[in-house]
């Protein structure tokens, strides 16, 4: 098992037990380690979500996007982001492209 995965794995256990700040950090050694595998960024996006980090989980939804942008949960979950943030234009747009895919 590479680091990134064990970092990974970890981080996503952690999740699971709503233990958001402790996933975020071990998500941020993932990403330090692979910055290209989008579930990294999906899932430390989720965490910041669940601490109303709004802004700052877009900007991870973002970089999830640029790497697959097929995966339509993403875009759900960005346009719930942008949702929070009273910007109903934009979560119109990525709740669209969520039905879209």
Do not use: H
């Not at 996503?12 to 910055?35: M, R, T």
């Not at 802004?55 to 759900?76: H, S, T």
Request: include cysteine; glycine fraction near 2%.
């Amino acid at each position: 098992m590479t680091k990134s995965s064990t970092y990974k794995k970890k981080g996503e256990k952690l999740y699971w037990e709503s233990k958001y700040l402790e996933a975020i950090k071990n998500f941020d050694n993932a990403i330090k380690v692979n910055p290209k595998d989008y579930m990294i960024w999906f899932f430390r996006g989720n965490c910041k979500y669940e601490l109303e980090q709004y802004e700052q989980a877009v900007k991870d939804f973002d970089e999830a996007i640029e790497l697959n942008p097929k995966d339509y949960i993403i875009w759900f979950c960005r346009g719930s982001c942008k949702y929070e943030l009273e910007q109903y234009e934009d979560a119109i747009n990525n709740l669209d492209k969520t039905i879209e895919l």
